[in-house]
C-alpha cells in the first residue's frame, strides 16, 4: 500500500479524534484531521478522568501531564441536600491493587485536548486542518472518500479508513446511514462555575452528588488557571422555563442559591446550557466508517463517562487500526472494536449514568432511603466500597472489553 492508501481521514478534532490522530501517528500511519472550529472547544464540559482511563494514557507520560495541569481527587462524596447530611464518601485507595491510578484526575478537556494537540506537533505524518467541515463521506471498495469544506472551497480526499470523532451531532454517522437511537432528557442541564470555594465553606470534596427529591447537584472542583481554581455545579434546569430565564442573572443566582444558601451574590464565571441524550449508535463500524466517542454514544454527565468512554474507543481504535494498516492484520479486528466498545457503552455506560441519575433525583420516600441506606453500607464495607468503584471507575467495563478480545483470540 502506498501511504495514501493508508491514510486514515478523521472528522473531528475534539479529545477523542486528537487521540486517535496522535496514538496513529506514533505507531506509523499517515493522518488527516479535519475540524469545523479553529481551536479546541473551551466551554465547560469533561472534566473527570477515571482510573480505568488514565492508565491508557501513560504513552509519554500524558496521564502525569493531565494530573499537573489539572487536580488529583481520590474522594468523591454523596450528600442528602434536604438533611444536609454526609450519605457516603469513597476513597479510591481501595483500588489500589485494581489500578495503577487509584484516584480521579479532574482535567478540563480542553486541556487534555491542548496537550494532545502539543505532542501531534511532534508527529510528521499527521495533519490537522482546522476550519474544516467533513460535509460528506462515499465508501468505495478500496477506499473511502470525504468532502470538506474549508475556508476556500469544497475539497475531497481520499484514505483507508475515516473515523468519525465528531461529536453527537456527527456528519460521519448520519452521512453512513448509522441509526442513533435512544432518548433525550426533557430537562436541560445547566452548568454554573464559580470560584466560591465550597471545600472551605461546606466540607465538599473535590467531587460531591446532592441527592433531592426531583433534583439533584453535580458540584466539582477544577483547577481552570491555577489556583484557587473553579467549582462546577450542574443541575436540571426546569423545562417550563426559557433558556433566556435560565441563564438571566436572576435565573442562575436563583439556581445556585437554591441548593448552597448565601446572603451574598454568587461570582458566575460560566453559565451553560446543555441537552443531554441517551444513545448509542447501531453499529461502531460499517464498511470504511468507524465511531468513536460522542458520535457513537451519548450520555448524561453524573459520574462522568462520556469522554473517558471515547477515550477508551479511542486507544482500543487506534490499535486496531495500525494493526490492520502496518501490522498487515485482517481488517476483521475492527468489528471487534465494535462488539467490545459498543457492549460497554450499552451495558455500563448507558446503564450507570442512568442509575447515577435516578438514584439523586427519587423522589418516592422508600426509594430514596433504600437508595441512601444501600450507599451508607457500600461506604461502610471496604469489599462492598471496591466493587462499587471498579464500577464507577470504569475498571469493570474495561475488563469486561479486555474478556471480548480473549474469548474472540481463543
Ligand atoms: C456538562 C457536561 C459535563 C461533562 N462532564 C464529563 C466528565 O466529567 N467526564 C466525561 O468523561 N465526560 C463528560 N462529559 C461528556 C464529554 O464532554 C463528551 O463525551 C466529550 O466532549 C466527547 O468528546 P468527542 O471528542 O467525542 O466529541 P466533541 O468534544 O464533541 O468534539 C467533536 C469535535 O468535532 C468537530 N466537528 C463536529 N462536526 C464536524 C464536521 N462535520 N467536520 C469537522 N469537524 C466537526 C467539533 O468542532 C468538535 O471539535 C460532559 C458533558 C457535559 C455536557
Not at 95 to 102: G, S
Not at 247 to 252: A, I
Not at 257 to 280: G, K
Not at 377 to 398: G, K, V
Amino acid at each position: 500500500m502506498s501511504g495514501d492508501d493508508k491514510r486514515v481521514l478523521i472528522s473531528g478534532g475534539g479529545p477523542v479524534g486528537l487521540l486517535c490522530a496522535w496514538l496513529l501517528g506514533r505507531r506509523g500511519v499517515p493522518v488527516r484531521l479535519f475540524d469545523l472550529n479553529d481551536a479546541p472547544q473551551a466551554d465547560p464540559r469533561a472534566a473527570t478522568t477515571h482510573p480505568a482511563t488514565l492508565d491508557l494514557l501513560s504513552e509519554d507520560g500524558l496521564d502525569q501531564d493531565m494530573a499537573r495541569v489539572g487536580l488529583v481527587a481520590p474522594i468523591f462524596q454523596f450528600w442528602d441536600r434536604p438533611s444536609g447530611e454526609l450519605i457516603a464518601e469513597f476513597d479510591h485507595t481501595v483500588l489500589k491493587n485494581d489500578t495503577r491510578h487509584p484516584f480521579v484526575v479532574q482535567c478540563e478537556q480542553f486541556k487534555t485536548a491542548n496537550l494532545l494537540l502539543e505532542r501531534l506537533r511532534k508527529v510528521p505524518n499527521v495533519e490537522v486542518l482546522y476550519g474544516h467541515e467533513v460535509v460528506g463521506v462515499t465508501q468505495g471498495a478500496g477506499s473511502v472518500s470525504v468532502e470538506v469544506r474549508g475556508p476556500q472551497r469544497v475539497t475531497s480526499h481520499s484514505g483507508a479508513y475515516v473515523i468519525g470523532a465528531d461529536g453527537g451531532r456527527s456528519t460521519v454517522r448520519k452521512q453512513a446511514d448509522i441509526k442513533f437511537d435512544g432518548f433525550t432528557w426533557p430537562e436541560r442541564f445547566i452548568v454554573l462555575s464559580t470560584p466560591f470555594d465550597f471545600q472551605a465553606h461546606y466540607g465538599y470534596a473535590f467531587r460531591s452528588y446532592f441527592a433531592d427529591p426531583g433534583e439533584w447537584c453535580n458540584c466539582f472542583k477544577v483547577s481552570a488557571d491555577g489556583p484557587p481554581g473553579l467549582w462546577r455545579t450542574v443541575y436540571p434546569a426546569n423545562p417550563s422555563l426559557t433558556e433566556d430565564d435560565i441563564l438571566s442573572d436572576n435565573g442562575v443566582q436563583a439556581r445556585i442559591q437554591s441548593f448552597f444558601p448565601s446572603d451574598r451574590a454568587y461570582e458566575i464565571v460560566h453559565r451553560n446550557l446543555y441537552l443531554t441524550h441517551q444513545r448509542v449508535a447501531e453499529t461502531f463500524r460499517k464498511g470504511r466508517v468507524l465511531l468513536a466517542g460522542d458520535s457513537a454514544h451519548v450520555n448524561n454527565p453524573i459520574g462522568g463517562m462520556g469522554l473517558n468512554g471515547g477515550i477508551q474507543d479511542g486507544v482500543n481504535l487506534a490499535d486496531k487500526l495500525a494493526r490492520v494498516l502496518t501490522g498487515g492484520e485482517p481488517d476483521t479486528l475492527l468489528d471487534l472494536y465494535d462488539l467490545q466498545r459498543r457492549t460497554v457503552a450499552v451495558e455500563f455506560v448507558q446503564e450507570q449514568s442512568i442509575a447515577n441519575k435516578n438514584r439523586l433525583e427519587a423522589s418516592d420516600p422508600e426509594t430514596r432511603k433504600k437508595n441512601l441506606d444501600e450507599l451508607r453500607a457500600m461506604a461502610a464495607d471496604p469489599e462492598r466500597a471496591r466493587q462499587f468503584l471498579l464500577r464507577t471507575a470504569m475498571i469493570a467495563s474495561q475488563r469486561r472489553a479486555d474478556s471480548l478480545e480473549l474469548a474472540a483470540a481463543k
